[in-house]
């Protein structure tokens, strides 16, 4: 049985549900539109209300709202039986218009892959792909259509505890990535809500939830072309964001929901509210009750409203009394219904509600996980070779409570994951040492939250019998994520006094770090050689740790932000303006702090491998630029080390002279490139000149005629390579800059 049918034509182009970004033909998507607006002729006013209702399993859910068409939109389901529940009761509504149903699918489904900002330390796009694909692929699986990611938001404090779900601070790799997981997503079978649409990362003393102040044009350099390449990668939806951004709450504003996002950037799907935060107008004080609020959001663009309830109680009488014109609201359920189309949910069978997510995880989702892991794992420091286990070491000690605690390795936001799916560490370190002949300890030195420490002198014993200590700690999930922003980065509880007493033994100590942000190390970062940060891993997040830490597989992330010494030093990123006063060491009267270095403690793009890479024959192929070409950079890498490794070549620009300050660096391009012990590779990074400029509040981006300083290098403190001339000065207006988002994907 089929939803409300579909021509030939548009069925041929849905049939696999695979909708925005594939090259839909002209006549498939004027056969929606032509479909769209038939089903909005026959609509009710509150049924094309219901079509903009949004409520989550569980109460405040009436199973018969949805038989009624008073719910269009379904969220939290996540197993097939109550998917396939609810789209029998839409078959029982007038016009039988299938639901849609979402969840958070952030980092995988019931395989955890490891959580965004990990993710990101792979620079590498293909492997975001395929970690959004899997989740993607299994969510689809139970009747999941839809998720709540990606995260596009870019952030530069990591007290917020957000943070982990994003890509870092910098706009260029976000972008990259984000357009990566739209595309995954969609792949595996789940259109994208990115989110928080916008300026959410920068709450003010990293709260979640505060408010932002962002001028204009730093949003359109810095916060929002991650959005915009999410626009151009083919999101099916977005979802405001709960913070206020200049004085105006994202769910109530128009610049951002209808001026940027619709008219600058043609975006012609949905967006919908976050949890109830067309309610919290009324908090924000820009709404006397719940009607205002209702109005003021869906006249800003607000498509849906996430359980509030507000539209379905309010919407009917504001467009009676003429308050807010009927117009608005078709427009709005006709970018549902669009998008319900594109998506192909009036054509798809009902899920099978005997399927189960205990299917998974697969050998296949297993490999891919490890795959995607490996890469994530930033090795920050290895003084004295710690890393990886050395041929000679007999025994391992592996100290810590976080090494066993499978829950601290999915992270938050774990969908469907299971403890029990879950290779700790301890289990990854065990099984490989194994093979080896090397023997396990596991001491835990203290409980989960390491607030007391009688286990310690078990933990030391541990050490001192072992040849090598590796120690697991960090951030449990519970202080990361939504609502868990943080003034001390610090490792929480007794943790230092921990490892400084496992330093004392003086046994070689390998520290693997979970965690949802850098975490402030203060003197361990001398007392310990040797570093990893694991992030939180996921499903295989033990097994993946063992292949790096015994060298089977060579290290190659870089840190997607930068890690500062303490909390006080934020925000802190490498991007920033430059100052009449750089810093001198021997002059108080510049930039810095009187009782901190001003540099970070391991700066952005950063990562060591267990091989080294030489950087030679620097050169710009293009030293004269007009508008229309692209700068083009080549190097040569060279593998000098004895081990075959993957390096992330990094492009960074500078505009030394220009009309406003302009960053002391930019990343603009990188390229990971694996090479064998000894081999060398050229590498050739593009960027197109018009990605060189800057925006004005209005949005008009401009390129100015000068020089363009360029680095290349492994990380953001690359060596100058020297300088390109763009010749002219060039200035384009948000309207065609719209036009350059492909149109088949719009
Ligand atoms: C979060 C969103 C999430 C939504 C639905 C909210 O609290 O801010 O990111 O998608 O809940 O779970």
Redesign the pocket.
């Known amino acids: 049985m089929r939803f409300f049918c579909l021509s030939a034509l548009a069925r041929a182009a849905l049939a696999c549900g695979l909708f925005f970004g594939a090259a839909m033909g002209a006549g498939a998507q004027d056969e929606i539109e032509r479909r769209v607006e038939n089903l909005l002729g026959q609509m009710t006013l509150e049924e094309k209300i219901g079509q903009l209702n949004l409520i989550?399993h569980g109460p405040p859910l009436r199973w018969e709202d949805i038989a009624t068409g008073r719910t269009g939109a379904l969220?939290?389901f996540n197993n097939a039986e109550d998917v396939a529940r609810a789209q029998a009761l839409a078959r029982q509504s007038r016009l039988k218009i299938p639901p849609i149903f979402?969840?958070?699918v952030l980092h995988g489904f019931r395989t955890q892959f490891p959580l965004p900002l990990g993710e990101a330390a792979a620079f590498s796009p293909r492997l975001s792909r395929l970690a959004s694909e899997w989740a993607a692929k299994e969510a689809s699986h139970v009747g999941v259509q839809w998720t709540?990611?990606p995260?596009a938001d870019l952030s530069r404090d990591s007290r917020w505890g957000?943070i982990v779900?994003g890509f870092g601070e910098d706009p260029h790799l976000g972008s990259v990535l984000t357009a990566a997981r739209v595309e995954g997503f969609r792949k595996g079978g789940l259109a994208t809500?990115t989110?928080?649409f916008a300026g959410y990362g920068a709450p003010q003393g990293g709260r979640d939830y505060d408010t932002t102040y962002i001028p204009p044009a730093e949003m359109y350099d810095i916060y929002l072309p991650p959005f915009r390449a999410a626009v151009k990668a083919g999101s099916a939806s977005f979802?405001a964001a709960?913070n206020a951004l200049n004085g105006m709450p994202s769910t109530a504003n128009p610049w951002l929901l209808t001026e940027v996002l619709r008219d600058q950037w043609g975006f012609d799907g949905f967006v919908t509210s976050?949890?109830a935060g067309i309610h919290e107008l009324i908090g924000h004080g820009i709404a006397a009750d719940g009607a205002e609020a209702a109005r003021k959001a869906i006249l800003a663009g607000v498509d849906m409203d996430?359980?509030g309830q507000l539209y379905i109680k309010h919407l009917p009488d504001e467009v009676r009394s003429g308050r807010v014109p009927e117009a608005v609201v078709t427009e709005a359920a006709r970018r549902v219904l669009r998008t319900k189309m594109r998506l192909g949910l009036f054509d798809r069978p009902d899920v099978d509600p005997s399927r189960v997510d205990s299917v998974f995880p697969s050998p296949e989702s297993r490999a891919a996980a490890r795959e995607v892991t490996r890469e994530t794992l930033v090795l920050l420091q290895n003084r004295d070779n710690v890393l990886p286990v050395a041929p000679g070491i007999r025994s391992i000690a592996v100290v810590g409570p976080l090494a066993d605690s499978p829950r601290d390795h999915l992270g938050p936001h774990a969908a469907r994951g299971h403890d029990e799916d879950t290779v700790t560490i301890l289990n990854g370190i065990r099984r490989r040492a194994q093979g080896a002949g090397i023997a396990v300890t596991h001491a835990p030195a203290c409980d989960q939250f390491c607030r007391t420490t009688e286990q310690l002198p078990a933990a030391v014993a541990a050490a001192q019998a072992a040849d090598l200590v590796v120690a697991v700690f960090g951030e449990p999930q519970e202080l990361s994520g939504?609502a868990a922003s943080r003034t001390r980065t610090t490792l929480n509880g007794k943790q230092v006094e921990v490892l400084e007493a496992l330093a004392a033994t003086g046994k070689p100590i390998a520290l693997v770090l979970l965690g949802g942000r850098p975490l402030e190390l203060g003197a361990l970062a001398d007392r310990i050689p040797s570093i990893l940060m694991a992030w939180y891993p996921g499903t295989e997040g033990g097994t993946a740790v063992a292949d790096v830490l015994f060298g089977d597989a060579n290290p190659s992330a870089k840190l997607p932000l930068t890690w500062p010494r303490t909390a006080g030093q934020m925000p802190i990123y490498y991007n920033r303006l430059p100052t009449g006063r750089p810093t001198l060491a021997n002059n108080r009267f510049t930039l810095g702090y009187i009782d901190e270095a001003v540099t970070p403690l391991y700066p952005f793009g950063w990562g060591l491998s267990y091989t080294s890479f030489a950087y030679r024959d620097a050169a710009i192929v293009t030293p004269r630029l007009s508008s229309g070409d692209t700068l083009e950079v080549s190097v040569t890498v060279t593998n000098t080390g004895s081990r075959d490794g993957q390096e992330v070549v990094q492009l960074y620009t500078r505009d030394p002279v220009a009309s406003r300050s302009r960053p002391l660096r930019e990343l603009k391009a990188f390229e990971k490139i694996a090479l064998k012990a000894g081999e060398a590779k050229e590498v050739r990074l593009r960027v197109p000149v018009e990605e060189l400029g800057f925006h004005l509040d209005d949005g008009t981006y401009v390129v100015e005629a000068g020089d363009i300083e360029v680095f290349v290098g492994g990380n953001s403190l690359a060596g100058s390579v020297g300088k390109a001339q763009i010749t002219d000065t060039v200035r384009i207006p948000p309207s065609e800059r719209r036009a350059s988002l492909s149109p088949k994907r719009l």
């Open positions: 989550s969220l939290n979402g969840l958070d709540f990611a995260m957000r779900e809500s989110k928080h979802m709960f976050d949890w996430m359980m939504e």
